[in-house]
């Protein structure tokens, strides 16, 4: 039976696709969407993992990945583990670029500088800065403003530490980083065929005759991404697209103009995923795996000379602005050296890896870099949240609660708690379960809600 409302020209074009797979998709199409979730290891540690995956009805691991799950539900935002960082809800099929990378296997990590060029809403940001795991350098970009915001509340949440995101277009980074990464992900904007059981709204933007448009805006990206690229890296291009003319005809036509090799992938993305022609073009279709529509391939660029960007040392904080920080920072038991910096009004706290990449990159749009610990307001340190949900595990002051306690509750919906354990005065972290949620201002009998607004439920 027809899918309802999917548009006609679409329908012939999978059908020519498929062929006797077609009444396969067809039916899976009929069916409800999977829903994903990851378990973030810098926030969640193994006597968390049990309760996460009994408390969010996990029902089963996604095979090509350590952390990805299969879930009853995706509407999990409201939970308190989502709150915390401890979740991060994604689509199993969008999993698949980062674990085509195999980026786990890299020996050095602490030297690796990577790209996500076209990241939001932060999914393949967030697996690759979990791999990472505080080492290294992950930039992550987002051209359009309102969803690189969305992308900077992710990353934050999430607790990352490595982190730079900026708001520009492929071009604008090209001509400050040129030749400085080892690996480029390019999630690509696409036609979204394979969103469309997910999120049906997806269908009325398809336009058959768009599918050429978004082949050349494509062309374009990896124009600017192989700039970027050292000689000897690795770039995965993905889509979350059916059509040959934006998967494999866009890859095959960057590997003959750029001087790239086809990648072929581990055995669990073989099994996982399905290909036409090129072996290591892998699609991965609703009726065939347990998630939604991807297309994913990894190339690895040849022996080229490239042209290398120049640095500039970055500006130094004035005086009130390192005693202020200080100053807040006396409530945290860091095991790190503080190395600040400023992006726009805040205050940041990057390591050395992250301040030689901010020197690329003075003349660019970064919106955040590292963690966030807040900004100089009249006189004083105002903490931002960030500082919390990444510095919380080394916070002096901790109020611990469990999941079902009704204080964790009320702090959620922003209300004013009691300093029931006589915390001296300063700052404190909410944790649900050991796993940091927010912030507090700890003053007399009272602990002041710093949980934003826009966070609260």
Same mark, same amino acid.
């Given at each position: 039976?027809?899918?309802?409302?999917?548009?006609?020209?679409?329908?012939?074009?999978?059908?020519?696709?498929?062929?006797?797979?077609?009444?396969?998709?067809?039916?899976?199409?009929?069916?409800?969407?999977?829903?994903?979730?990851?378990?973030?290891?810098?926030?969640?540690?193994?006597?968390?993992?049990?309760?996460?995956?009994?408390?969010?009805?996990?029902?089963?691991?996604?095979?090509?990945?350590?952390?990805?799950?299969?879930?009853?539900?995706?509407?999990?935002?409201?939970?308190?583990?989502?709150?915390?960082?401890?979740?991060? /809800?994604?689509?199993?099929?969008?999993?698949?670029?980062?674990?085509?990378?195999?980026?786990? *296997?890299?020996?050095?990590?602490?030297?690796?500088?990577?790209?996500?060029?076209?990241?939001?809403?932060?999914?393949?940001?967030?697996? &690759?800065?979990?791999?990472?795991?505080?080492?290294?350098?992950?930039?992550?970009?987002? &051209?359009?403003?309102?969803?690189?915001?969305?992308?900077?509340?992710?990353?934050? $949440?999430?607790?990352?530490?490595?982190?730079?995101?900026?708001?520009?277009?492929?071009?604008?980074?090209?001509?400050?980083?040129?030749?400085?990464?080892?690996?480029?992900?390019?999630?690509?904007?696409?036609?979204?065929?394979?969103?469309?059981?997910?999120?049906?709204?997806? &269908?009325?933007?398809?336009?058959?005759?768009?599918?050429?448009?978004?082949?050349?805006?494509?062309?374009?990206?990896?124009?600017?991404?192989?700039?970027?690229?050292?000689?000897?890296?690795?770039?995965?291009?993905?889509?979350?697209?059916?059509?040959?003319?934006?998967?494999?005809?866009? /890859?095959?036509?960057?590997?003959?103009?750029?001087?790239?090799?086809?990648?072929?992938?581990?055995?669990?993305?073989?099994?996982?995923?399905?290909?036409?022609?090129?072996?290591?073009? $892998?699609?991965?279709?609703?009726?065939?795996?347990?998630?939604?529509?991807?297309?994913?391939?990894?190339?690895?660029?040849?022996?080229?000379?490239?042209?290398?960007?120049?640095?500039?040392?970055?500006?130094?904080?004035?005086?009130?602005?390192?005693?202020?920080?200080?100053?807040?920072?006396?409530?945290?038991?860091?095991?790190?050296?503080?190395?600040?910096?400023?992006?726009?009004?805040?205050?940041?706290?990057?390591?050395?890896?992250?301040?030689?990449?901010?020197?690329?990159?003075?003349?660019?749009? /970064?919106?955040?870099?590292?963690?966030?610990?807040?900004? &100089?307001? *009249?006189?004083?340190?105002?903490?931002?949240?960030?500082?919390?949900?990444?510095?919380?595990?080394?916070?002096?002051?901790?109020?611990?609660?469990?999941?079902?306690?009704?204080?964790?509750?009320?702090?959620?919906?922003?209300?004013?708690?009691?300093?029931?354990?006589?915390?001296? *005065?300063?700052?404190?972290?909410?944790?649900?379960?050991?796993?940091?949620?927010?912030?507090?201002?700890?003053?007399?009998?009272?602990?002041?809600?710093?949980?934003?607004?826009?966070?609260?439920?």
């Amino acid at each position: 039976m027809k899918p309802i409302d999917l548009p006609e020209q679409f329908l012939k074009n999978m059908q020519t696709l498929l062929k006797e797979d077609y009444s396969a998709y067809l039916q899976a199409m009929e069916a409800s969407a999977v829903s994903g979730m990851r378990i973030n290891p810098i926030k969640a540690d193994n006597q968390n993992i049990a309760s996460i995956k009994a408390e969010l009805n996990v029902i089963k691991q996604v095979p090509y990945t350590d952390n990805g799950y299969i879930i009853t539900s995706s509407k999990i935002g409201k939970h308190p583990y989502h709150m915390a960082g401890a979740v991060y /809800v994604q689509e199993p099929s969008s999993m698949l670029a980062v674990a085509a990378s195999e980026l786990e *296997k890299q020996e050095d990590k602490d030297a690796l500088r990577i790209l996500d060029l076209c990241a939001a809403p932060g999914g393949k940001t967030g697996q &690759i800065a979990e791999i990472l795991d505080g080492k290294g350098v992950l930039v992550s970009n987002e &051209i359009e403003r309102p969803r690189a915001k969305i992308l900077q509340s992710n990353v934050e $949440r999430m607790g990352y530490s490595n982190v730079i995101i900026t708001n520009a277009s492929p071009e604008q980074l090209s001509k400050k980083l040129s030749g400085l990464f080892d690996y480029i992900f390019v999630d690509a904007p696409c036609g979204g065929e394979g969103m469309f059981r997910k999120d049906p709204d997806t &269908i009325k933007e398809w336009k058959a005759e768009r599918i050429e448009s978004n082949s050349e805006r494509q062309k374009q990206i990896l124009t600017f991404a192989n700039d970027m690229l050292k000689p000897n890296g690795k770039l995965i291009y993905s889509t979350c697209t059916f059509n040959k003319a934006e998967n494999e005809d866009v /890859v095959e036509w960057f590997s003959d103009n750029f001087n790239y090799q086809f990648v072929l992938p581990n055995v669990k993305i073989i099994e996982a995923t399905t290909f036409l022609s090129n072996p290591a073009c $892998r699609r991965f279709y609703p009726h065939t795996c347990g998630g939604e529509g991807q297309f994913v391939c990894v190339l690895k660029k040849g022996e080229v000379d490239v042209n290398l960007s120049q640095n500039k040392k970055l500006a130094k904080l004035g005086k009130q602005e390192i005693t202020l920080t200080s100053e807040f920072l006396d409530d945290f038991n860091l095991p790190f050296a503080i190395n600040l910096t400023k992006v726009g009004e805040n205050i940041c706290l990057i390591n050395q890896n992250l301040q030689n990449m901010l020197e690329y990159m003075q003349f660019l749009p /970064v919106i955040n870099a590292g963690i966030t610990l807040g900004n &100089i307001t *009249k006189g004083r340190f105002v903490p931002h949240n960030n500082s919390f949900t990444a510095l919380g595990k080394y916070c002096k002051n901790k109020i611990h609660f469990g999941l079902k306690d009704d204080n964790l509750y009320k702090y959620l919906h922003g209300e004013q708690l009691q300093n029931q354990s006589n915390l001296a *005065k300063g700052y404190g972290v909410v944790t649900v379960n050991n796993i940091s949620v927010g912030g507090v201002k700890i003053s007399g009998n009272s602990l002041k809600n710093l949980l934003p607004k826009g966070l609260r439920i």
